[in-house]
């Protein structure tokens, strides 16, 4: 398979599944707001923005902390580097 198909496939691949998540994801706010109604739709959308502001705010600098180790210890030891990967 050359590059250009092996590229297309993949997106299209990329692109179908990011449709199909959006539309699953709006069906289950549609069936999660008629299920709890108001009251209920309000306190589940105020958990879900409270606790992504802290997975947010707890992620800041991890990410970049992790290449980093990751990249030292890949100097040091090929195995390690491999099973801290994992």
């Known amino acids: ?5 092996r590229v297309a496939k993949n997106t299209l691949v ?12 709006l069906v289950f706010v549609i069936y999660a707001a008629r299920y709890l ?3 209920g739709y309000g306190i589940l959308s105020f958990a879900l923005a ?5 997975g947010i705010l707890s992620d800041i600098g991890f ?3 992790i290449v980093r180790r990751l990249r030292e210890i890949t100097f040091c ?3 390690r580097t491999a099973v801290c990967a994992i």
């Open 50 to 54: 409270f606790t992504g502001m802290f």
């Open 1 to 5: 398979m050359s590059t250009v198909r």
């Open 14 to 25: 990329w692109f179908f599944g990011d449709i199909v998540g959006k539309v699953l994801s």
């Open 77 to 79: 030891n090929p195995v």
């Open 63 to 65: 990410y970049e902390l």
């Open 37 to 39: 109604h108001a009251e």
